[in-house]
């Protein structure tokens, strides 16, 4: 057996060494176009779950690679003249070329024949090649693996310190351009990595894309004087780069096989990339001695093996991606709710796991949240809004559609407000007209699904909403108005607190707002009128349940929805109930746990309006980290029905009554 | 499959309808050596009395809406009440071009049956009733499941480990619950099985899934060929919330129903 390893970084060398000790007998040469001592980037980082690994894996370097480690526990966050600590999070770091030195010194030993400045233009002939040769990998190249690759996050640049970081540090800072944020720890007992990093409309607004190498340092390095204490950046290439998302359909194509970044990239900001390509290494070993060096079925192995994982991570890298380039948004939070806002950004750190890392965080932070020192999670903070008294954030109880009139009704079994009543205390009174949504059948055998000798259906444009849908006719507006205001005042009469106004998934108000189901080209007119008018005579929280994106590439985008939000809000609403999609029958949803919850942040820390969302959640550790990092004011949850007791079965029933006997 | 005999597929359905099973379930593919699955479910709707009769799933895109509507109800009556139609997409384009039927605008063709049949539109024209026909959806894409919330009773995964299946009843849950039906879907899940001859099985799998490209691997790699890894996919998929899961061989061997039998105990 020949193995020839196209790159020499971690995931290759790694990988000769994994390979030579399963088997000294096969011939494992790995090809390098740069020097044995080029680097680039300087410290890279780990988590304490990657080192178990290592450990397993091969105990020799895994020792001297920890004993040059730089280790700490604590993240650190500078925003706004403070800094917040959070501790419980471990995390080690080695200067890259250290590692490197490492992992070559003991491919060596190992007999791994190493050659460094080869450029490969040509696949290798061997029984196995491996491309582990980065981001920009040639292998991949070579054959079709079904490669994606995507820009996703900020511009940043790679820099090194000589000021040692005591904590992994996230630095914020503003300017008159926008905000800059940096990404820093230490990796040895000299130098840090330091990266920054900003929105690409920032990087243009401060003159950064027409700097030089040099020049865009030095403006670095003032930026960040306050955190450098005065201390120098140092270059080694450093550009400002685009991070590109890489994914590919298939890791293997008959003897050739991809590992690393190769394979898959992970957002630079949450220190993963390192981590998954030495895994990647660890897997495919182990699948090719499991396999005993049958290469098909050991690379089936370790895709299967890797791939859910690796799919997690760039998933959670993306929302960490995403939240820095959208960090402007959140400089209205105040710190505390800014670093749990940060600490939770990727979904992989919850207000419960956060809670057994550091207790003392979370009780910072609900003592902040609750205003009081002990205070219980947030989600159990009472909130107030125009004299309403809420006593949690997840307790309000939506009565459902009720209609302002039958003719505004979905299906026959539809409540109708002149006949409804409140259920008891704390009710979200829903209120909506059907449009062309009206007339169908009772969902319990589906929706949309129009009655035989059902009633007309009005709209503002003559389109029916899905198949074997009824044509509407023109709404009469006036009648509307009417009926929603009548709707009101029985509403304030009945003592609800909060009234929500439907305009989303496509009723009536709702196809006011949407290109695809309003040719009219002041679409918020109708909606805004109604909106102000039901604000004058209703005294109490007024909400609004939108469809902030139509999820169809001819809708209202997320940028509308939050435009539209804003313009709500101007006009009188409070509360923006969170929705998204059903405007029209055939668009592209995105269902998953939490799927609303992205969309609440964005309007509630964009168009800076509270919120109430919903989307799946099943858990108060769901609520308590949504409401806390200020995704949301309120949350509604589709707590399933838990069972943990069962019947013992009467045969074992039997048996005791007889010893019993 | 290559190899199963009408003769076989029947004493299958009896000797399962006889057993301790649920449901008997078949596949969907035109241009392959297998068996029309509704013709089949009609054959096994006379030999059967008790078990439900499934299509797991059955390319609806491929029939004419209302032609399709008539074979589910036929098979729904003759079998009194036992049918339950799962429908999809389907991903072959040689299905589609032997059928002569465009492969684009599937989807919407679809949305379009599953309304007609839930939605009983033409239902006093073209019969046999349609009530209580129960309907699966299958698909992957977030348009597949808002169709299986819309106008299905729920969703027909497509196989794989639990943890695959456990993340598909999550987004079947949550479009159900968006779309405000009340209640839950029925979630049914799908694995393969070569107890007897793996290497057989194996063959099959690669042959019948080699449009995929390199994902048959995967799909090979997930045959289950022990006793083990049959109980151990069950209770995975138990606990995912799995209501029903359908099993199919890969060896066209009626001793493989007793091993199964067996596997099960």
Known sequence: MNIEIVGAGPAGLYLAILLKKLDRGVDVRVLERNAPDATFGFGVVFSEETLGALRDADPETHLEITDTFARWDRIDIRYRGRELSSRGHSFSAIARGRLLEILQ??????????????????????????????????????????????????????????????????????????????????????????IVECPETVWRASGLDEMDEQESLTFCEQLFANELRGRELFSNRSLWLDFPKITNQTWHDGNVVLLGDAVHTAHFSIGSGTKLAMDDSIALAAALARRRWDLSAAFVDYELD??????????????????????????????????????????????????????????????????????????????ALRGVELPNRFGLVPSGFVAVSEEGRVTPETPVIETWEPSGEHVLLQLGHAGRRGATRPREAGIDLLLADGWPVVAPAPKAYGPFGAVPGRSDEKEVREQFLAAARRAAALGVDVLELDMAHGYLLGSYLSPLTNDEDDRLRFPLSLLEAVRQLWPRVLAVRLSVTDWHPRGNTVDDGIAIARALAEHGCDLIHVEAGQTVHDDRPEYRRGFLTALSDRVRNEARIPTIVGGYLTTL????????????????????ETQIERPIRSSNTVLLGEVGA | ?????????????????????????????????????????????????????????????????????????????????????????????????????????????????????????????????????????????????????????????????????AAAAARSLAAWSDLGRPGKPQLWGQGYFALGDAARGEAYLRDYYGFTGPFVEKIAAGNLTSARAVRDLVRGYEEAGCDELVLFPTVADIDELERLQEALA
């Open chain 1, 105 to 194: 010194q003991r491919c060596r030993e190992l007999g791994v024949t190493l050659e460094f400045g080869v450029e490969v233009e040509e696949l290798p002939e061997a029984d196995l090649v491996v491309g582990a040769d980065g981001a920009n990998s040639l292998v991949r190249r070579h054959r079709d693996f079904g490669t994606k690759v995507r820009t996703e996050g900020s511009k940043y640049v790679w820099f090194g310190t000589d000021h040692v970081f005591d904590a992994f540090t996230f630095a914020f800072r503003e300017t008159e351009h926008g905000l800059f944020n940096a990404h820093a720890y230490p990796y040895d007992e000299r130098m840090s990595t330091f």
């Open chain 1, 306 to 383: 890797r791939a859910p994982y690796v799919e997690r991570t760039q998933e959670a890298a993306s929302e960490s991606a995403a939240y820095f380039g959208r960090i402007a948004s959140y400089s209205h939070l105040e710190p505390i709710q800014f670093s749990f806002n940060l600490l939770t950004r990727s979904g992989r750190i919850t207000h419960a796991t956060l809670g057994v890392r550091d207790p003392q965080f979370t009780r910072a932070l609900d003592a902040w949240f609750g205003g009081r020192p002990v205070s219980p999670p947030p989600a159990f903070a009472p909130f």
């Open chain 1, 621 to 640: 550790d769901e609520a308590n980290t949504i409401v806390g990092a200020g995704r949301a004011d309120l949350v509604l949850l589709d707590v399933p």
């Open chain 2, 1 to 165: 499959m290559p190899g199963a005999t009408g003769e076989l597929l029947l004493d299958w359905a009896r000797r399962a309808d006889a057993g301790p099973f649920s449901s008997v379930a078949v596949l969907d593919r035109v241009v392959y050596d297998s068996y029309e699955p509704f013709a089949t479910l009609a054959g096994a709707a006379a030999a059967t009395s008790r078990i439900r009769l499934a299509t797991m799933i059955a390319i609806g895109p491929l029939r004419s809406t209302a032609l399709l509507a008539k074979q589910a109800a036929s098979v729904h009556g003759l079998s009194g009440g036992r049918l339950t139609l799962g429908l999809a997409v389907g991903a072959r384009t040689e299905d589609f071009d032997a059928a002569g039927v465009e492969h684009k605008g599937r989807g919407k063709r679809l949305g379009e049956q599953l309304a007609y049949i839930r939605g009983n539109v033409d239902g006093d024209r073209v019969g046999p009733s349609r009530d209580g026909i129960e309907i699966l959806v299958g698909g992957s894409s977030g348009q597949a499941y808002a169709r299986m919330a819309r106008y299905a009773d729920g969703y027909a995964h497509n196989g794989g480990p639990p943890r695959a299946f």
